[in-house]
């Protein structure tokens, strides 16, 4: 890192750019994913420099930053292109709620406002155990989260914990400790012997079709299709890992629960 705290940082996912914001340090971000829009100012002050799983390399480096700010695996090749090209670079990989929290705390420290982070974390956790408890003793719906439609993938970890967080029981939770997407491909049969009570349904980067899912060979057996219970959340609110899922993405999931 050339310098600490890093004055110049490019954000290649959108849940640090979020984070950086609500810290109030977002000035020191001077690149971005082309996928960050929260919070909404950031798509006329920033220059876009990276989709998800490429990056316009020359044009990270022509930003001179002090740190680059990548996710897992899947920016592993743009993460080893910036290191050998000199800069620094911190990877996250965080997967669950606990990791989530754990996150915006790293990037507080690794901004030099630690305290800030702290307090920002443990905000959203009082908030969640709020919640939690709010929906304790209430009857709970069973809960399919679809992540994308061809082929079926069931939701990530922190999306299943939300779930039973906002009243819901997710009807594939073994699934969700699958780190990779591969690894959470259901088979359509296994969805409609979950006979969940509620659908919901994120397609990444593309518009959910609620009739295209009710539609499915003998998906008409399952309670959530029968009484028309298929609800769309927006993906920049509850599959990017970060503060967006633990607010409004959680809010998105308690309303679908509440209209049950």
Known sequence: MKKFPPERIVCL???????LYLLGEQDRIVGVSGYAVRPTQVRKEKPRV???????????????PDLVLTFSDLQ???????????????????????GILAMIRTLGALVGEAEKAARLANGLETRLREVACRMSGRARPKVFFEEWDEPLISGIGWVSELIGIAGGDDV????????????????????????PDIILASWCGKKVRPERIAARPGWDAIPAVRNQRIVEIKSPLILQPGPAAL??????????????
């Not at 996912?13 to 984070?19: C, D, L, M, Q, S």
């Not at 989709?51 to 930003?63: E, G, M, N, Q, R």
């Not at 592993?76 to 606990?98: E, K, M, P, W, Y």
Request: aromatic fraction near 4%.
């Open 50 to 64: 990276s989709a998800f799983t490429s990056a316009d390399i020359p044009k990270v480096l022509a930003l001179e």
């Open 247 to 260: 607010t409004d993405g959680l809010d998105a999931i308690m309303a679908a629960i509440d209209a049950c």
């Open 13 to 19: 996912t959108e849940e640090t750019v979020e984070t």
């Open 76 to 98: 592993a090749d743009i993460a080893s292109d910036l290191i050998r090209a000199g800069v620094a670079v911190h990877a996250f990989n965080q997967r669950d709620v606990a």
């Open 172 to 195: 594939f939770p073994e699934h969700a400790r699958q780190k990779a997407a591969k690894d959470r491909i259901v088979a359509p049969q296994a969805v409609i012997e979950a006979a």
